[in-house]
């Protein structure tokens, strides 16, 4: 079982490079494991590998440290990693959360030279004294300082120059290397290519600035109305591939304290406006900032939160925050088992899951928190509960609802040093009890079903065609089963009995749907709407009338 030889020889340095750290860091045994051909290995690292790891116990940080020497493609994928739980052990996921994404600087002239590509002319013309010296520097781009000629300043995010050709190489590799695992026992388990799939597709789209653009004007739409939260405007005609350019914000950083009081500011009120905002982007719009760390967030004055950096962000579908409720109504009510079959029609537990042993440890973290105010539970403390748990049932949640986890973790983190007293499911549950509500209401499960019509209308449309063919079927005796009836006359009665029952069933269900929509949609009463809702009455006894009949039936 071997990587490709065409891949081997056009990356034959990179791949060396890659296994070398590896072994060096005690992992050599993954060799084996996944069944590498040796021969790409120097004959001194062969020798290495084949030794048994001289520090064990410290395998979760040299992982971190094996990343961290790989360079920008591994740090991401390790940043990434860190939002994993259902994929690395807890001991891990601690280490990867330590990833730092800070390098030396890119020189000027190279800086200037990839500017100049992109604009297409010269960046003096463009800017006002735009500072060699970058703002802040980290592995995909550095940041510069500068002012647009009519007097605004603005920061210059500058791609880094050839990066997109070394994370080219290392997707590739790490592309390669998915498909082996995929055929070791490992694959058997994860979903080894989907993980680097979805990791791919992350990372080249934070390398496309434009897309980060957009980003920043869908928060700003969806905040419209949001006075307590500012988004920095972007630059069009000087944004493109590899080049952002924002309006700058100025402020006090989230997490300066002293600053803040300093600067009169209530912190209550900023953790609270905090708060309101994530809550909002998670439940309300499915759209969220997925990098909420400190230096990403500035206090302006009037309590005014100022956003930064849209590259990583959380999208949650509709279907996603119904499931995020029902599991959030099971686990108010103390319902483990209701939370295990959600889990598994989520498809984050798999069917063959040894089901009593997930839902006795679903139950011990559930007695855990019983009785306890909601001001007293705290979202860092759940979320670290959880990890073993989804590690050990190998639950795969989709990887934005893990991202959120780490989202909502962090924020409550800058809550509490804004306000002790921070309680982000206070904050919260307004918004889910009203989206639970409107979770039973036409408004949001009709859609689906009216969407379903169609379906009900086909099978309702073939029932009797199939049920005459089923009937002539058994008549001829051209089933592919053998099967020996007695009473074949009174056995073909109640076949077309039950058929003409099932019949009318999926007649009656279409009616019974297809009313309730159409009541809230005419409206305005008259004799339309009674009419319709006479309908609906009349489908609703007659159904009820059929489910009394086929009871009886039975008795």
């Given at each position: 079982m071997?990587?490709?030889?065409?891949?081997?020889v056009r990356?034959?340095?990179r791949?060396?490079?890659?296994?070398?750290?590896?072994?060096?860091?005690?992992?050599?045994f993954?060799?084996?494991h996944?069944?590498?051909?040796?021969?790409l290995?120097?004959p001194?690292?062969r020798?290495?590998?084949?030794?048994?790891?001289?520090?064990?116990?410290?395998?979760a940080?040299?992982f971190?440290?094996?990343?961290?020497?790989?360079g920008?493609?591994f740090?991401?994928?390790?940043q990434?990693?860190?939002?994993?739980?259902?994929?690395?052990p807890?001991a891990?996921?601690a280490?990867?959360?330590k990833?730092?994404d800070?390098?030396?600087?890119?020189?000027?002239?190279?800086?200037?030279?990839?500017l100049?590509q992109?604009?297409g002319?010269?960046?003096?013309?463009?800017?006002?004294?735009?500072?060699?010296?970058p703002?802040?520097?980290?592995s995909?781009a550095?940041?510069?300082?500068?002012r647009?000629p009519?007097?605004e300043?603005?920061?210059?995010?500058?791609?880094?120059?050839?990066?997109?050709?070394?994370i080219?190489k290392?997707?590739?590799?790490?592309?390669d290397?998915?498909a082996v695992?995929q055929?070791?026992?490992l694959g058997?388990?994860?979903d080894?290519?989907?993980i680097?799939e979805?990791?791919?597709?992350t990372?080249?789209?934070?390398l496309d600035?434009?897309r980060?653009g957009?980003?920043?004007?869908?928060?700003?739409?969806?905040?419209?109305?949001?006075?307590h939260?500012?988004?920095?405007?972007v630059?069009?005609e000087y944004?493109?591939?590899?080049?952002l350019?924002?309006?700058?914000i100025?402020?006090?950083?989230?997490?300066?304290?002293v600053?803040?009081?300093a600067?009169g500011?209530?912190?209550?009120r900023?953790?609270?406006?905090s708060?309101?905002?994530?809550?909002?982007?998670v439940?309300e719009?499915?759209?969220?900032?997925?990098?909420?760390h400190p230096?990403?967030?500035?206090?302006?004055?009037?309590?005014?939160?100022?956003?930064?950096?849209f590259?990583?962000?959380?999208?949650?579908?509709?279907?996603?925050?119904l499931?995020?409720?029902r599991?959030?109504?099971a686990?108010v009510?103390?319902?483990?088992e209701?939370?295990v079959?959600?889990?598994i029609?989520?498809?984050?537990?798999?069917?063959?899951?040894?089901?009593?042993?997930?839902?006795r440890?679903?139950?011990?973290?559930?007695a855990?928190?019983?009785?306890?105010?909601?001001k007293?539970?705290?979202?860092?403390?759940?979320i670290?509960?959880?990890?073993?748990l989804?590690?050990?049932?190998?639950?795969r949640?989709?990887?934005?609802?893990?991202?959120?986890?780490?989202?909502l973790?962090?924020?409550?983190?800058?809550g509490?040093?804004?306000?002790?007293?921070?309680?982000?499911?206070a904050?919260?549950?307004?918004?889910?009890?009203?989206l639970?509500?409107e979770?039973?209401?036409?408004?949001?499960?009709?859609?689906?079903?009216?969407?379903d019509l169609?379906?009900?209308?086909q099978l309702?449309?073939?029932a009797?065609?199939?049920?005459?063919r089923?009937?002539?079927?058994?008549?001829?005796?051209?089933?592919p089963?053998?099967?020996?009836?007695?009473?074949?006359?009174?056995?073909l009665?109640?076949?077309?009995?039950?058929?003409?029952r099932?019949?009318l069933?999926?007649?009656?269900?279409a009616?019974?749907?297809g009313l309730?929509?159409l009541v809230?949609?005419?409206?305005?009463?008259?004799?339309?709407?009674?009419l319709v809702?006479?309908?609906?009455v009349?489908?609703?006894?007659?159904?009820?009338?059929l489910?009394?009949s086929?009871?009886?039936?039975r008795s």
């Amino acid at each position: 079982m071997t990587v490709p030889r065409f891949r081997i020889v056009r990356h034959l340095g990179r791949y060396r490079q890659i296994v070398g750290v590896f072994i060096k860091h005690g992992f050599g045994f993954a060799i084996d494991h996944l069944g590498l051909d040796r021969g790409l290995l120097h004959p001194r690292l062969r020798r290495q590998a084949e030794r048994p790891p001289s520090f064990p116990e410290d395998l979760a940080k040299h992982f971190r440290l094996s990343l961290e020497e790989l360079g920008p493609t591994f740090v991401k994928l390790g940043q990434i990693l860190s939002t994993r739980p259902d994929l690395l052990p807890p001991a891990y996921i601690a280490e990867l959360t330590k990833l730092q994404d800070s390098v030396p600087p890119a020189p000027w002239e190279s800086v200037r030279a990839t500017l100049l590509q992109e604009l297409g002319f010269e960046p003096e013309r463009v800017f006002v004294g735009l500072d060699p010296e970058p703002m802040a520097a980290a592995s995909l781009a550095q940041v510069h300082a500068a002012r647009l000629p009519g007097g605004e300043d603005v920061i210059v995010k500058v791609q880094r120059p050839g990066i997109t050709d070394v994370i080219q190489k290392d997707l590739e590799i790490l592309s390669d290397l998915a498909a082996v695992a995929q055929r070791t026992p490992l694959g058997q388990v994860y979903d080894t290519i989907g993980i680097v799939e979805d990791f791919a597709f992350t990372l080249r789209n934070e390398l496309d600035y434009r897309r980060e653009g957009r980003n920043a004007d869908r928060f700003r739409a969806n905040f419209t109305n949001e006075t307590h939260l500012y988004i920095p405007r972007v630059h069009w005609e000087y944004t493109t591939r590899r080049v952002l350019v924002l309006e700058r914000i100025d402020g006090i950083k989230i997490d300066d304290i002293v600053a803040l009081d300093a600067g009169g500011f209530d912190r209550h009120r900023v953790a609270l406006h905090s708060a309101r905002i994530i809550v909002k982007e998670v439940l309300e719009d499915g759209f969220f900032h997925a990098d909420p760390h400190p230096g990403n967030f500035v206090v302006m004055p009037g309590e005014i939160i100022g956003a930064m950096d849209f590259g990583m962000v959380g999208h949650l579908s509709r279907r996603d925050r119904l499931n995020l409720i029902r599991l959030y109504i099971a686990s108010v009510r103390l319902q483990n088992e209701r939370i295990v079959e959600q889990l598994i029609r989520m498809e984050a537990a798999q069917a063959t899951v040894d089901r009593d042993a997930l839902a006795r440890d679903v139950g011990r973290l559930l007695a855990k928190y019983r009785d306890l105010p909601l001001k007293e539970i705290r979202a860092r403390e759940v979320i670290e509960e959880i990890m073993p748990l989804a590690f050990r049932h190998h639950l795969r949640l989709p990887s934005d609802l893990w991202l959120l986890g780490k989202t909502l973790a962090m924020m409550e983190g800058v809550g509490l040093q804004l306000d002790p007293d921070f309680d982000i499911f206070a904050v919260s549950e307004p918004i889910m009890r009203r989206l639970m509500r409107e979770f039973w209401t036409p408004g949001v499960w009709g859609p689906s079903l009216l969407a379903d019509l169609d379906a009900w209308g086909q099978l309702f449309s073939m029932a009797p065609r199939s049920g005459a063919r089923l009937l002539q079927s058994l008549e001829k005796g051209e089933l592919p089963l053998s099967l020996n009836f007695r009473g074949s006359d009174e056995t073909l009665t109640r076949l077309d009995r039950i058929m003409n029952r099932l019949a009318l069933s999926i007649l009656t269900a279409a009616l019974i749907i297809g009313l309730a929509m159409l009541v809230p949609a005419i409206g305005g009463g008259g004799f339309v709407q009674g009419l319709v809702i006479l309908g609906f009455v009349a489908a609703v006894a007659f159904g009820a009338w059929l489910l009394v009949s086929m009871i009886r039936g039975r008795s």
